[in-house]
Structure formats: structure tokens, C-alpha cells
């Protein structure tokens, strides 16, 4: 079973660069989203959708676009990187309602210089 | 302003010991997760509690939701190095936002 799969797992971007972190789940979950992690931190919400078509701002939406055109698929766009956005991403789904368990991936680490 | 404030931050301990980890809100909760992280990879659940009061045992880890549903808290008994991870509590309603964390490392 593959669960959620995010690439690429490492990226280093210039400032000022764009670029698409990928995120793809096989579990027909109506519910994905997007988090950013940073050193000793917990995790902060940057987009969320709850079905194909539907996108939501989180915590930190600022400078990151989403779409969500298949159940399957949830990319996460850097539009023009700054430096502030070097973190570890992360891609969670889930069965829509409250309790659910949500399924991670294993993490893109983005550096932007 | 963070919704969810967990303490303490960080947690060193010997093998043996127990520990307790607090998630508090000024917010009530419908429904409340707490997920463990290890380094390099995401967050999986460990629990998930729902009715005031209750309390979910998990092997030598025991989770109690607060009566007034606006606080939370885990016990680790005779901790394990193997429960070295970032504890993190979660809050569930349209949308998952989770706590600030709590680090701990446990030393043998």
C-alpha cells in the first residue's frame, strides 16, 4: 500500500524560484492538506481541501497556491520562494469528519537560498 | 495566537521513569488526536479521545480528555527509549490543527 506519497523528499530553491511539491494519495480520501514544519515545532496548516474542486486557506496560506482537480492529487505551489518558507512540508488525507485518522507522508525538506 | 498549547517543550528522562504531557486550549473540543512523530517522518496516530473525561489506555501510555473538553493530557509509564518522538496533540473540526508539541527524549 502505498498511503500518501510526496516528491521530491529534498529541494534546494533560489530565492525568487518557483516549483510544485507533489502530494498523492490511494486511499480515496475525500479530506488533504498541506503543513509546514518547522526546527522544534509542531505542524501549521497551510491549505486544506475536503473534496476535488474545493480548497481552503489554513494558518499559514500566505505565498502557497493549491488546486485540487482528482481526488488523488494535491500539489502545493511556491509561486516566488523566500528564504522564510525554507521548512519541512507535509502531506496528510484523511476520510472526511471529525476522529479521523489522518495518513502522512514522509516529508519534503525545502531549503531556499 | 496558538489555538493549542502543549507542555512542557522539551523532556529529558532515564529509562524508567514516567512523565505526564499537557495539550490546553481556551477553546472547547469536540474531538481531540494526539499523534507521535519520529525524526524523518510524519506524525501517526495514537489516539483519539471524544467524551469528556474519558480515558483511553494504550499499552503503558494512558490519554485522559478533560471534563469541561478544553484540555488534555498523556502519561507515559516507565518510559522507553523507544518513546523518543515529538508528541503532538491535534484538534479535529472542519479542518486538523495541531498543538505546539512536546520533544521528548528518553535516555537508557
Known amino acids: 500500500n502505498a498511503g500518501v506519497t510526496q516528491t521530491p523528499k529534498f529541494q534546494v530553491l533560489k530565492t525568487g524560484q518557483s516549483m510544485t511539491l507533489q502530494c498523492a494519495q490511494d486511499?480515496?480520501?475525500?479530506?488533504m492538506s498541506w503543513y509546514r514544519q518547522d526546527p522544534g515545532m509542531g505542524l501549521r496548516l497551510i491549505h486544506y481541501s475536503v473534496g476535488a474542486g474545493i480548497t481552503d486557506q489554513g494558518e499559514v496560506p500566505n505565498g502557497y497556491n493549491v488546486s485540487r482537480s482528482t481526488t488523488e492529487d494535491f500539489p502545493l505551489r511556491l509561486l516566488s520562494a523566500a528564504p522564510s518558507q525554507t521548512s519541512v512540508y507535509f502531506c496528510a488525507s484523511s476520510y472526511q469528519g471529525e476522529g479521523t485518522e489522518a495518513f502522512f507522508g514522509q516529508g519534503t525538506r525545502l531549503t531556499v537560498v | 495566537t496558538q489555538l493549542l498549547e502543549q507542555s512542557p517543550q522539551f523532556l529529558s528522562i532515564q529509562e524508567g521513569e514516567n512523565l505526564t504531557v499537557y495539550c490546553n486550549s481556551s477553546?472547547?473540543?469536540?474531538?481531540l488526536q494526539w499523534y507521535r512523530q519520529e525524526p524523518g517522518e510524519g506524525p501517526v496516530l495514537l489516539v483519539t479521545?471524544?467524551?469528556?473525561?474519558e480515558v483511553k489506555k494504550l499499552k503503558r501510555l494512558t490519554f485522559q480528555f478533560g471534563d469541561a473538553r478544553k484540555d488534555s493530557s498523556l502519561h507515559i509509564t516507565a518510559a522507553q527509549p523507544g518513546d523518543t518522538g515529538l508528541y503532538l496533540c491535534?484538534?479535529?473540526?472542519?479542518?486538523?490543527?495541531f498543538g505546539t508539541g512536546t520533544r521528548l527524549q528518553v535516555f537508557p
Open positions: 486511499m480515496n480520501h475525500e479530506y
Open positions: 477553546s472547547v473540543f469536540s474531538s
Open positions: 479521545v471524544v467524551t469528556g473525561g
Open positions: 491535534a484538534l479535529t473540526s472542519d479542518k486538523l490543527i
